[in-house]
T-cell receptor, first 112, second 117 residues
């Protein structure tokens, strides 16, 4: 079962920051927070992941609260091509627990 | 880097026939690959974990005799849908990890859309 809760949908204006929230209140100390997105009829695309610290890469930033019970994915300047379903996934650290179990995600619509 | 390729991207087959889907890691060795399927307007559902040189581990409710998985090399895993029926029509997606453990991202192929007529 997915261990995360996300809003089913969000809208964002092109050029603005998109902030996608995720609750993972039952996360364990050695579990990672991963974000993927899926554009229609394609395989999921890896965005970013983190354990405790905030992370940033060329695609996005990941802000994890100090208690690790929630996180926010930030797309700093959303474009129309960022329209997709975004999945927040809690993933185990060991080889036996590192399957990715997808929930229902957030459908982000970026509008002009 | 970390490219996963699936073939074919689309396939149509007749009911009762078998279909093989290939998943290749192009620029890394993948000791473990994962197979998912996705029905329209639903999320991805994990079917099985494919380990190189050993038997696949199937998720609860997935028929191992119907969905045959072979992972004979570090760069190739195959999923064969045997005696396919219209209800097997779905989007099948594979993924592979570049390292070991939860700190190494999984990378996904672009999926195979199977239509059984």
């Amino acid at each position: 079962d997915a261990k995360t809760t996300q809003p089913p949908s969000m809208d964002c204006a092109e050029g603005r920051a998109a902030n996608l929230p995720c609750n993972h209140s039952t996360i364990s100390g050695n579990e990672y927070v991963y974000w993927y997105r899926q554009i229609h009829s394609q395989g999921p695309q890896y965005i970013i992941h983190g354990l405790k610290n905030n992370e940033t890469n060329e695609m996005a930033s990941l802000i994890i609260t100090e208690d690790r019970k929630s996180s926010t994915l930030i797309l700093p300047h959303a474009t129309l091509r960022d329209t997709a379903v975004y999945y927040c996934i809690v993933r185990g650290a060991s080889r036996n627990t590192d399957k990715l179990i997808f929930g229902t995600g957030t459908r982000l619509q970026v509008f002009p | 880097g970390a490219v996963v390729s699936q073939h074919p991207s689309r396939v149509i087959c007749k009911s009762g026939t078998s279909v093989k889907i290939e998943c290749r890691s192009l620029d890394f060795q993948a000791t473990t690959m994962f197979w998912y399927r996705q029905f329209p307007k639903q999320s991805l559902m994990l079917m099985a974990t494919s380990n190189e040189g050993s038997k696949a581990t199937y998720e609860q409710g997935v028929e191992k005799d119907k969905f045959l998985i072979n992972h004979a090399s570090l760069t190739l895993s195959t999923l064969t849908v045997t005696s396919a029926h219209p209800e097997d029509s779905s989007f099948y997606i594979c993924s592979a990890r570049t390292g070991t453990g939860g700190g190494s991202p999984l990378h996904f192929g672009n999926g195979t859309r199977l239509t059984v007529t």
